[in-house]
């Protein structure tokens, strides 16, 4: 797994980001993380700093002077890897939602089986997703229903951010020309791939919702997904994505 960058946004994940790392070090002490954060204020990125004299060939860390979004931390991180030379660049939450035992499998999907894009799915085989209540698990569900309908793009979770992208794709995508910074992003990173004829393949895993801190989603992250989609369904058809 050489030449590849785990990128984790962080925004008060001061309960989380050490476990984590740990865990992914220890499971694959080759790879190097890039923490992006976003000036939070509980010390998140103090506890990195901490960690980079432990782990000084590894890890890294990238603060931004304010919060602006999942999105916006991810295009730093891409920018940031592609300058770097990184063949393979992941997304992954710093919540413990995303296992740090399937990069393995997402990494295999890229390197040896010939995907592009490879996703960590919710729902490519049923449902799941643990720890969720109810009416989460239902307007998940229903909105990569509704993506898969609107756009026509065969990805059974288009909103999940447990991905893998080979920089070739990230190279022909205009990354200056991603406008969403929620889980519409995560739709329109992989529409554009999509429309860009790149392969993406789905690799089942199972979610757990975050023990410790608390969820970033808001109402106004659901409009932006759900409005997104129709905009960027517009532009396709107009041949602007």
């Known amino acids: ?64 002077p304010k919060k602006e979004g999942l999105g916006r931390a991810y295009l730093a991180g891409f920018q940031w890897g592609l300058q770097k030379d990184y063949d ?67 990805v059974k979770d288009p909103t999940a951010g447990f991905v893998c992208y080979h920089r070739n794709v990230l190279e022909a995508i205009d990354l200056n020309d991603i406008h969403f910074i929620g889980y519409a992003f995560q739709i329109e990173m992989k529409y554009k791939a999509f429309n860009k004829k790149f392969k993406i393949k789905e690799i089942p895993i199972i979610f757990t919702d975050r023990i410790r801190g608390a969820s970033k989603l808001t109402k106004g992250i659901i409009s932006e997904a759900i409005f997104g989609v129709i905009q960027m369904r517009i532009k396709q058809l107009l041949g602007h994505l």
């Open 88 to 154: 393979y660049l992941f997304e992954m939450d710093a919540d413990f939602s995303h296992n740090p035992k399937a990069i393995q499998e997402l990494y295999s999907a890229c390197a040896e089986q010939g995907a592009d894009v490879s996703v960590g799915s919710r729902y490519v085989q049923g449902i799941n997703v643990v720890n969720w209540p109810l009416s989460r698990v239902v307007l998940s569900y229903l909105a990569s229903w509704y993506v898969r309908i609107l756009t026509g793009m065969p």
């Open 1 to 64: 797994m050489k030449n590849t960058l785990i990128i984790i946004p962080t925004y008060n994940e001061v309960d989380n980001v050490e476990l984590l790392l740990r865990e992914v070090f220890g499971l694959y002490p080759q790879l190097h993380i890039l923490v992006v954060d976003d000036n939070s204020p509980d010390g998140t990125a103090d506890r990195v700093l901490a960690l980079k004299t432990e782990f000084s060939q590894q890890l890294f860390l990238l603060s931004r």
